[in-house]
């Protein structure tokens, strides 16, 4: 089945070509396409300093660049989320590698901060494509393991957002130090294309009728039964809060973890950053059960997040990295458990759509936020904006942790 005929929704023809793969390495190329597309979002986070230095930026320019990304991931989510339900999974995963490979050489040879912002975009619309086509393939790959169908989609997509500065940080002491990083990115997205390109695709699960495909690719609002609902907008708002933190890391705490721990190699400068990140994404590999997990983590994760800031006020570069390790760690357990259960409410046919509604709610959190921090910064400056925005966030975790709470007790009373 070739990918101009799943993105036309056309009756598919036999290519003598075409490749049936094992489930295994489905598995591992609808994981592995979502966790390269992040990390190439995420290679700018330690090289903003080298592009202001060379374009000419403040942190706003920074909070723009990013804010840019994460508008067009949200717009994208609303306009093509739930694609891959209709043309199937396969022809969404190469159309985002695609886009993000062109948004990638944008970003990377740009000369001016709307180049930034147009790579930027490009490379949020990317993810936006991949990844409820990614989450979805995975779910239907292990139909009877729903559970860990979400620690990989999980594992897939934290492990990019953690690797993603690292790599980054390394790769931009290489000559042409804001080019390379995304040269060679560039080049693993072109050897994915290969064995996409190749797959014997599976039928979509819900394809339009003949005639009707532009109704079906329409955007939509994902129609939840009612019992669904409030366990949407736990994650929604879980995600929100989580990826407030997220977005901080990825944007203006690389330079001031730098303040913190007073360096300016970027190499370490990324793996702070990506220490949240990392955890989380390790997270997904430890089996932690309970019902009081979501609270638990939410609190850990405020608690962190207040820690973060008063590390910085005490320059303890100790503090730093094991608050951190913990709100990595917090966000990891609670992410989990609400994605998990609100993927297992819905039915596989519209999996791609309300995933993607989630991440749209979820990834506001690094847009809004980060935003208003940037804007922050450069009235009151640094350390009294992380811990203006620490504040707010620690509250919102525990009020998240109260409502977690109180739902499974219904739960447990019903």
């Not at 979502?34 to 990390?39: A, G, K, M």
Request: charged fraction near 10%.
């Amino acid at each position: 089945m070739s990918v101009l005929q799943e993105l036309a929704m056309r009756p598919a023809s036999v290519s003598r070509l075409s490749w049936n793969a094992s489930v295994g390495m489905r598995l591992f190329l609808a994981g592995t396409v979502i966790f390269t597309l992040l990390v190439g979002a995420n290679l700018a986070t330690p090289l903003y300093p080298l592009l202001q230095a060379r374009i000419g930026f403040g942190s706003i320019g920074v909070t723009v660049a990013f804010t840019g990304y994460v508008i067009s991931l949200i717009g994208g989510l609303v306009l093509f989320g739930h694609w891959s339900d209709h043309i199937g999974r396969r022809a969404a995963l190469v159309l985002a590698v695609v886009v993000g490979l062109v948004g990638g050489l944008v970003f990377g040879t740009a000369e001016s901060l709307p180049m930034l912002v147009a790579g930027r975009a490009l490379q949020g619309l990317a993810v936006a494509i991949g990844t409820g086509a990614s989450a979805a393939a995975l779910r239907e790959l292990m139909p009877g393991r729903p559970e860990l169908a979400s620690r990989f989609t999980l594992l897939s997509s934290s492990g990019g957002v953690a690797i993603g500065p690292v790599m980054g940080g390394l790769l931009s002491l290489l000559p042409n130090h804001t080019l390379a990083p995304f040269v060679i990115h560039s080049a693993v997205l072109l050897a994915l294309l290969v064995p996409l390109l190749l797959l014997d695709a599976r039928p979509a699960l819900n394809p339009a009728p003949s005639g009707q495909g532009r109704n079906y690719l329409r955007p939509r609002l994902p129609a939840l039964a009612r019992s669904a609902r409030g366990t949407f907008w736990l994650a929604a708002a879980t995600g929100f809060v989580s990826f407030s933190v997220f977005g901080f890391c990825l944007s203006l705490a690389p330079g001031y973890f730098a303040q913190v721990v007073q360096v300016d190699s970027r190499p370490l400068i990324g793996l702070l950053a990506a220490v949240t990140l990392g955890c989380s994404a390790l997270s997904q590999l430890v089996s932690m059960r309970g019902r009081h997990l979501v609270p638990a983590g939410l609190l850990l994760l405020g608690v962190s997040v207040l820690l973060i800031a008063a590390a910085g006020a005490l320059q303890s570069p100790a503090m730093l990295v094991l608050a951190s390790i913990s709100a990595g760690l917090g966000q990891g357990a609670a992410f989990r458990v609400v994605f998990n259960d609100v993927a297992a409410a819905v039915e596989p046919a519209r999996h791609a759509q309300v995933i993607s509604a989630v991440y749209i709610v979820t990834y506001l959190g690094s847009a809004v936020p980060v935003l208003g921090l940037g804007i922050a910064v450069k009235v009151w400056g640094l350390q009294a904006s992380v811990t203006g925005f620490a504040l707010p966030i620690a509250v919102a975790c525990t009020a998240l942790a109260v409502a977690a709470h109180l739902r499974n007790r219904t739960a447990v009373e019903r």
